[in-house]
């Protein structure tokens, strides 16, 4: 797995990705990779992505978002902790890339349904 993150904080996020549910794993994978289809797969057709406070909905809007603004600047996200509140799964660690002020600490709320992710929304 390549990424522009150091050796020991991607050793610590594989641990962290281990012990997540399937589909927020496979996400998490796939960012690693930059592969926005793998992105994609785990999200349910109609699922909400609410990214710093812009909603988005269906795989076409985040498809954009993963091509522009994820894979054009390499944004990798390294979980470094998990958790489960409210229902959601709580993971937070820093994204490394091509942009501004990297790394950047984020915390990603996920919802399930069904066996697939239903909502994520992303806090700084």
């Known amino acids: 797995m390549q990424t522009d993150a150091p050796a020991d904080d991607r050793r610590d996020a ?3 990705v281990e012990a997540l549910p399937r ?3 496979n996400y998490i994978e796939a960012n690693a990779r930059l592969d926005v289809d793998g992105m994609l797969q785990p999200f349910a ?3 909400v ?3 710093v406070g812009r909603r988005l909905e269906g795989h076409a809007q985040l498809r954009t978002l993963f091509e522009e603004e994820v894979v054009a600047v390499k944004a990798i996200f390294t979980p470094d902790g998990a958790c489960q509140e409210n229902g959601q799964i709580v993971v ?4 490394h890339g091509n ?3 990297s790394p ?6 996920f919802t399930l349904e069904n066996g697939a992710i239903k909502k994520l929304e992303i806090t700084l």
């Open 92 to 95: 937070e660690g820093p994204a």
């Open 14 to 16: 594989d641990k962290v």
């Open 104 to 109: 950047i600490r984020f915390t990603y709320a």
């Open 23 to 25: 589909p927020i794993a």
């Open 45 to 47: 057709a109609d699922a």
């Open 49 to 51: 992505l609410i990214d």
């Open 99 to 101: 942009f501004k002020g």
